[in-house]
């Protein structure tokens, strides 16, 4: 079951017709619209999860976009030969926005929130000269490390703007659990910890029915079955014959409808793909271009019969060049793998994941109301 179309496709690619069908795709896919909701800005792909989830929060505030997107801009120039002096215009920047601009960026936080706001205004203040000493002694490591725990600050700043849950989920799906908004998983191996960040404001059925899972303990000592370097890792299939999470008190397996959020859309596309829609040209809010994507496997014939088995994306550049892939719209991404990459890069099948926990933002969770 679930994704076995990716290998057929794998093997595709690394013949002679990957050539044409990557200029296909690269072609298909550039014409993302422009929105509020993730504002990702143009050019080359993300590739960093944390930043995905991020530009992913559905606020409208420019000046802390900017602000987001100065310090992001960081990472691109110690890529490019360490510019240093660039770097330091990104961080000039920066502080012209925390000194100048803090009215705007305080207009669209709700008031009860307000000082909690301040006070982290305040702490990304205290980060720019860590961040300005780094790059003055040219230590590439510093520099990476002050820019992380500023954009961990931003980060903060921009989910304590999201006054509410921005969209309706349509009520044919009231009977699946909900997730109305983010929360955080610690997954345990016998290779070592993983921490992810599930997102439900851009895909809340799928990402409730992961919550709710986890919060059953279904994925206690359940082994990956599925492993292929630098390609997926899968789990989720539970001991017996059934494939997926039958649910005890209905005695039926639970279906999970496809949920992709486009960019540009106000609430997400559900039970069939980009590409059956028509709309292969547009990208999801949440695209497969980072290491540790979460995504929920399914059938390939079959856009609504995924359950309880998901897959890490171990990111191939050669199969899903970043903004060029074959994997978005096809199947739902409900969240990031944002600490243990390193343990995610261990692990292969017959490793077991040994316990699964929600250490933050199960309040977000939403039980069926019948």
């Known amino acids: ?52 989830l991020r530009y992913a929060l559905p606020i409208d505030n420019s000046t802390v976009r900017d602000l987001q997107a100065t310090l992001e801009d960081i990472s691109t120039q110690l890529r490019a030969q360490r510019r240093w002096s660039a770097i330091a215009s990104d961080i000039s920047k920066a502080n012209r926005i925390l000194t100048d601009k803090q009215d705007a960026l305080l207009a669209t936080v709700p008031e009860a929130k307000k000082s909690e706001a301040e006070a982290l205004l305040e702490q990304l203040k205290q980060a720019i000269p860590d961040l300005q000493a780094a790059n003055e002694a040219k230590d590439r490591q510093q520099v990476i490390d002050a820019r992380s725990r500023a954009l961990d600050l931003v980060g903060q700043l921009e989910e304590i703007m999201v006054d509410k849950f921005p969209y309706e989920v349509p009520a044919a799906y009231s009977n699946l659990p909900q997730l109305k908004g983010r929360a955080t998983v610690e997954f345990t191996t016998n290779k ?16 409730g029915n992961f919550i709710d899972l986890v919060q059953r303990g279904f994925y ?74 979460m995504a929920l496997a399914r059938p390939g014939d079959d856009p609504n019969g995924g359950s309880s088995q998901f897959f890490f994306f171990l990111f191939e550049p050669e199969l899903t060049p970043a903004g060029a892939n074959l994997l978005d719209g096809r199947y739902a991404i409900f969240g990031y793998v944002t600490e243990g990459k390193e343990v995610l890069d261990q692990l292969k099948a017959g490793d077991k994941i040994e316990s699964a926990k929600v250490v933050q933002g199960l309040e977000n969770l939403q039980q069926p109301k019948t």
């Not at 990957?18 to 072609?27: A, C, G, H, K």
């Not at 070592?192 to 990402?207: E, F, H, L």
């Open 1 to 52: 079951m679930l994704i076995q179309r990716l290998s057929f496709l794998k093997h595709w690619l690394k013949t002679g017709l990957s050539f044409l069908l990557m200029v296909t795709l690269s072609i298909g896919l550039c014409a993302a619209k422009d929105v509020q909701i993730s504002r990702l800005p143009a050019g080359n792909a993300i590739t960093d999860g944390k930043a995905l």
């Open 192 to 207: 070592g910890k993983i921490t992810a960040i599930v997102d439900g404001y851009s895909a809340p059925v799928t990402a």
């Open 220 to 293: 206690n000592g359940l082994p990956f079955t599925r492993a292929e370097e630098s390609y997926v890792l899968q789990v989720g299939d539970p001991p017996g014959p059934e494939v997926g999470f039958v649910d005890p008190k209905t005695k039926q397996y639970r279906a999970i409808p496809l949920e992709i959020l486009v960019k540009g859309d106000p609430a997400p596309t559900y039970g069939i793909t980009l590409e059956d829609a028509g709309r292969f040209r547009e990208q999801p809010v949440l695209p497969f271009s980072a290491y540790g994507a």
